[in-house]
């Protein structure tokens, strides 16, 4: 059993509750276990470092020092809570000034900074930790004929957390989705960003960015995009009417998390994954792609 | 791009702050930072070619173009432009910089700049959208969407308004909406903790 310090982060409360869902039920399934992090605070998102950096960093050094009192590695299923945490770890630890001025904060909720815990991306977990061969074997339900766009968005590889990693073209992703029996698409603008919180901040600027990615998604003829971060599905899914509304377009894309694709082939029942929250159906098109796989099949 | 480019001023002849160049001011902001120094840039324009928003035309002025300002002193046009409160913080320029600038933080430098300062461009969402989200975390230790509505709609013409209004609805009936606001518990010993970083008033 592998036990990590789990860090739902605002948005898995409400917003992205199915995604909170589907996190606990595949990790069950797979032998991982989420142990909520006690009282944990929210990582500062981007606004926090728009005004004031130490404040920022120290918001980030509460959850670790906390996941450091637990002795587990910390694991963050949204990109931008993960991105938030990975690069405080960093720099306080190379920063011992930093640490300390941190430290002397913290300690008034008895907390301490060491470094300790090492900060992970849930898909990470299950790409890395558990590995794809094991995912592989678990799956019951192989999603065959479900034409995935997978979407990493930017703050799961950007930037750069290794000298050498790939940012360019990563691959897990795609492998993930072919490990639960379903076909990954070329999706050529799988790297660009969904607009982020400029949706609420520069709308006209977001939606355009928003478009693009649905556009890309339908000319690859994807049947759903698959994405690994709550500000991403709701930039792409909640936000769709008001992209048709404004581009006189008619997108109709379903716009899924990960864990509910995988929590599917490993046979957990639609509903223990949160589907039937998002606004627009992702039932629909997973069983019309399952009704249609034979004829394709059999072409 | 244009009303930028029909700027008459030339670079800032005021004394200097502090007694150090604007372009050192805003290196100083880079703190965490670990890239190059905004000097090694070659004007190239990966960043601008790179970034989702600047080859959107939305941002006044390219990211290549703000670094040029910047090095040449034009405070003024810097602090006036939109560019990095249109940043998504995407990170694509800093990855692709072949000079390895930290182009991503380097606008969170200017924003947190123009913060301090109050000088940032009038009419943008971005600033007043980051306070609120800063005071709202300092309340509870949780963001709670609704209290960051407010900061926008008012923006909003009436079509925009209805969208909104309709996307908001459509995710209340699917319960994605929060009705009361979250906060952690250990509240004082929080608060306590934040104002070892920035002193907090009595109230709030």
């Not at chain 1, 981007?46 to 002795?71: G, I, P, Q, S, W």
Request: proline letters at 5%; charged letters at 20%.
């Amino acid at each position: 059993m592998r036990t990590y310090a789990y860090f739902p982060g605002c948005s898995l409360e409400k917003m992205a509750h199915s995604y909170h869902a589907s996190a606990l039920e595949t990790s069950r399934a797979l032998g991982v276990e989420l142990q909520e992090l006690e009282d944990w605070n929210c990582c500062g998102a981007t606004a926090y470092f728009h005004v004031d950096e130490l404040l920022a960093y120290t918001l980030c050094a509460r959850n670790l020092a906390m996941a450091e009192k637990a002795k587990l590695p910390l694991v963050a299923p949204c990109s931008g809570c993960y991105k938030n945490m990975y690069f405080t770890r960093d720099h306080l630890q190379h920063d011992a000034d930093l640490a300390e001025h941190i430290n002397a904060a913290l300690a008034e909720d008895n907390l301490k900074f060491s470094g300790d815990s090492t900060v992970h991306h849930l898909i990470e977990v299950f790409v890395n930790d558990v590995g794809l061969a094991e995912v592989k074997a678990k799956v019951t339900n192989p999603l065959k004929g479900l034409r995935v766009a997978a979407y990493y968005g930017c703050q799961i590889l950007r930037p750069r957390k290794h000298a050498k990693e790939n940012v360019e073209q990563p691959k897990f992703f795609e492998e993930l989705v072919a490990a639960c029996g379903a076909e990954p698409v070329p999706y050529l603008l799988r790297l660009t960003c969904c607009s982020g919180a400029l949706i609420i901040t520069n709308r006209e600027a977001a939606l355009s960015m928003v478009r693009n990615l649905l556009e890309c998604a339908v000319r690859a003829r994807a049947t759903v995009i698959v994405t690994a971060c709550p500000l991403c599905q709701v930039n792409l899914e909640c936000y769709q009417k008001q992209v048709n509304k404004e581009f006189g377009t008619e997108f109709n894309m379903p716009v899924m998390y990960f864990t509910q694709l995988m929590g599917l082939a490993l046979g957990i029942p639609p509903k223990r994954l949160g589907i039937g929250s998002e606004l627009v159906a992702v039932m629909p098109a997973i069983k019309e792609a399952q009704e249609t796989e034979p004829a394709l099949a059999a072409k | 791009m244009s009303a930028a480019a029909a700027e008459t001023t030339t670079a800032s002849t005021a004394p200097l702050d502090n007694g150090i160049s604007f372009v050192e001011e805003i290196s100083n902001l880079l703190y965490a930072s670990k890239g190059n120094a905004i000097n090694t840039c070659i004007q190239c324009g990966t960043c601008s070619a790179t970034c989702p928003v600047a080859s959107g035309g939305f941002m006044d002025n390219s990211p290549r173009r703000i670094i040029a300002l910047i090095r040449s002193g034009f405070k003024e046009q810097v602090l006036k432009a939109n560019t990095y409160w249109y940043c998504a913080s995407c990170y694509q320029c800093t990855v692709r910089c072949p000079r390895g600038i930290d182009i991503a933080e380097l606008m969170y430098g200017l924003k947190r700049y123009t913060v301090w300062k109050t000088q940032h461009q009038e009419g943008l969402i971005g600033p007043v959208f980051s306070e609120t989200f800063v005071k709202m975390i300092l309340r509870s230790g949780r963001s709670y969407e609704p209290v960051l509505a407010t900061t926008y709609l008012f923006t909003y013409g009436l079509p925009e308004m209805i969208q909104e209004a309709q996307t908001a609805t459509a995710l209340m009936l699917k319960g994605r909406l929060p009705v009361l606001p979250a906060r952690i518990k250990r509240l004082d010993n929080f608060r306590r903790m934040i104002q070892h970083i920035i002193p907090l008033g009595d109230k709030e």
